[in-house]
């Protein structure tokens, strides 16, 4: 029995027709603890297809709070999307044609892959911009798509390393692409592996010091550490779903991301044997209530996936009969006394929570995987952001502590502590008058990060590179205040290649390096004795001995901004 046509069906206020709710939280988790898991190798997001379907600048976005250090796009298209979102992080695009923009990628900083027959578009590309282009090698282990054939490798790397010689490339990386490692026992795993090592040192021994090397997928990431390298590249586990057939994301601690809902468009009691669906593939076996979703293969639901489920009203039916382009059937197994009252109520095709079917179940239905299950959603879903870190409002800090020192040696003790709370990818704007200490305070971020000696200030070679001595990330030490107001100026110093590898420190760098990342510190020094108003001329002399005493007092602060800040500031010790 329906509900009577002069009453008008309730549904819950606020429920989408159709959507994607996207648990940017659970993103954030899953990236984390893949990246827990890989250490000390650095996590690749991968975030092509619309980040498999839930939406690649906020994917992007809670990947890097979870510590990404890179991410992954097939199509440079995609990357300039990310750049223009404000994605400062290195990215890396594999899939290329002849009408690829190479120019747009080499403009944006963004590395680009090759096979082999790239290289002279690239190599156009980068002579037409009078600027470098970063380029990664793809070897071909065994998978059979792109890269170049073991015969080919050294051919290609005989041609990068000319171009990289002339100035009009970067080779950045070596990379591969295993084909099973989502199946453990195959030995295909341990033969491309042994293969992208032969690769490697092919490439050292020709000359190639490339920034990393990765070769590991999601499955390789949680089963193969001896496949780890530089770098692993995590797409599907970012999502929450499990790459294995017989492990569900429960058992690795992954949390699906994606949940598919909808709204019950129709429900009506029919006698047993109706016929439900396009060619009467499915008669009820009894009388039934039949419930109508508002999804289709249209919206990215198999047409091959009868048998799929659905939560309606607490229960987990299955869809019956074949799947049309807009709309599915479940049947409810029993008839309902008010079918009516089904009407507007919540139907969830996938998600994460309790009793809610998993996308690996409707894999199965539909004789696929997980990936195509969430990558194939379509546009008519919306997609709902929830669980996404409250952003950071400018001049809001996550923390703020304030050391004194009384001489040189304490402010290099301070500098020399905070340094143990640095990693890689790091931002350190230092702010204060002249002689205030700012490169007294970086000598001391250079001891305790163990970098090559030798910092002075780098006000006439704007910036100096210092090597680690035990491993770590090298320093970058840089004079912002020579450049001026001019943005093109900082871009020429090309810092966003080294950021994410290195420890960046910037004197002079407030209010004109920020956009480099969300995630810096700034450390403002203040000296007692200092004259009010000093600043920094442009014909100032240079101090570069710091060898004799200086007793006048310090005061220096530090304000913490951005996610990777978040929680209880360093431990630093000053004068008593």
């Not at 900083?109 to 090759?114: K, L, N, P, R």
């Not at 999804?295 to 489920?309: F, K, M, N, Q, T």
């Not at 093109?488 to 004197?507: F, G, P, R």
Request: a negative charge.
């Amino acid at each position: 029995m329906c509900a009577p046509l002069d009453e008008p069906v309730l549904s819950r206020a606020g429920l989408p027709e159709r959507v994607a709710r996207i648990d940017l939280g659970a993103i954030q988790a899953n990236v984390e603890r893949i990246r827990s898991m890989v250490s000390p190798s650095r996590v690749m997001a991968v975030v092509k297809a619309n980040g498999y379907g839930h939406g690649m600048v906020p994917v992007a976005q809670a990947a890097i709070r979870g510590g990404a250090a890179w991410l992954g796009t097939a199509h440079v298209s995609e990357a300039v999307e990310l750049r223009g979102a404000g994605v400062s992080v290195p990215i890396l695009t594999w899939l290329h044609t002849s009408e690829t923009d190479f120019d747009a990628a080499i403009r944006s900083g963004i590395d680009v892959a090759t096979s082999g027959w790239e290289l002279a578009h690239i190599a156009q590309a980068a002579r037409r911009l009078e600027q470098p282009a970063r380029v990664q090698l793809k070897i071909d282990t065994g998978l059979g798509r792109n890269g170049a054939t073991a015969e080919n490798w050294d051919a290609l790397l005989g041609q990068a390393l000319e171009l990289q010689e002339s100035g009009l490339i970067r080779v950045t990386g070596i990379f591969s692409h295993l084909a099973v490692a989502d199946e453990p026992h195959r030995t295909e795993t341990d033969e491309q592996l042994a293969k992208f090592h032969e690769a490697i040192a092919m490439a050292e021994d020709a000359g190639l010091d490339v920034e990393v090397r990765h070769l590991a997928n999601t499955p390789a990431a949680l089963s193969r550490p001896d496949t780890h390298f530089d770098l692993v590249r995590v797409g599907i586990g970012m999502y929450g779903l499990s790459p294995f057939e017989h492990l569900s994301p429960a058992d690795l601690g992954l949390v699906p991301a994606m949940t598919l809902a909808t709204v019950v468009a129709n429900a009506k009691n029919v006698p047993a044997g109706h016929g439900v669906s396009y060619g009467l593939r499915y008669t009820t076996p009894e009388a039934t209530t039949l419930v109508l979703i508002p999804l289709g293969y249209a919206d990215g639901i198999p047409r091959s996936a009868s048998g799929g489920p659905v939560l309606v009203d607490g229960h987990k039916r299955a869809v019956v009969g074949t799947i049309a382009m807009d709309q599915l059937v479940v049947d409810m197994g029993r008839a309902y006394e008010n079918p009516g009252d089904l009407v507007g109520s919540e139907a969830i095709l996938f998600g994460a929570d309790g009793e809610q079917p998993l996308a690996d179940e409707w894999a199965r239905a539909a004789g696929t995987i997980n990936y195509e299950i969430v990558t194939r959603i379509g546009p008519r879903v919306t997609r709902e952001f929830v669980n996404s870190a409250e952003p950071q409002t400018p001049g809001e800090a996550q923390w703020q502590i304030t050391v004194s020192t009384d001489s040189l040696e304490q402010t290099q003790s301070v500098a020399a502590q905070f340094a143990q709370a640095l990693r890689p990818g790091d931002l350190i704007i230092l702010d204060g008058e002249l002689g205030a200490g700012k490169t007294t305070f970086t000598q001391g971020l250079g001891a305790g990060l163990g970098v090559e000696d030798g910092i002075i200030s780098p006000t006439f070679v704007l910036q100096r590179v210092h090597r680690s001595l035990r491993g770590g990330p090298d320093l970058i030490h840089v004079d912002a205040y020579r450049l001026g107001e001019d943005p093109d100026a900082l871009d020429s110093l090309d810092l966003e290649s080294t950021l994410d590898t290195s420890v960046t420190v910037v004197e002079w760098g407030k209010e004109r390096v920020e956009y480099l990342t969300p995630n810096f510190v700034q450390v403002s020094l203040r000296r007692e004795t200092a004259s009010p108003g000093h600043t920094h001329p442009a014909d100032a002399e240079v101090q570069t001995d710091f060898s004799a005493e200086d007793e006048d007092q310090r005061t220096i602060t530090f304000r913490a901004f951005g996610e990777r800040w978040r929680g209880k500031p360093p431990q630093l010790t000053g004068a008593e």
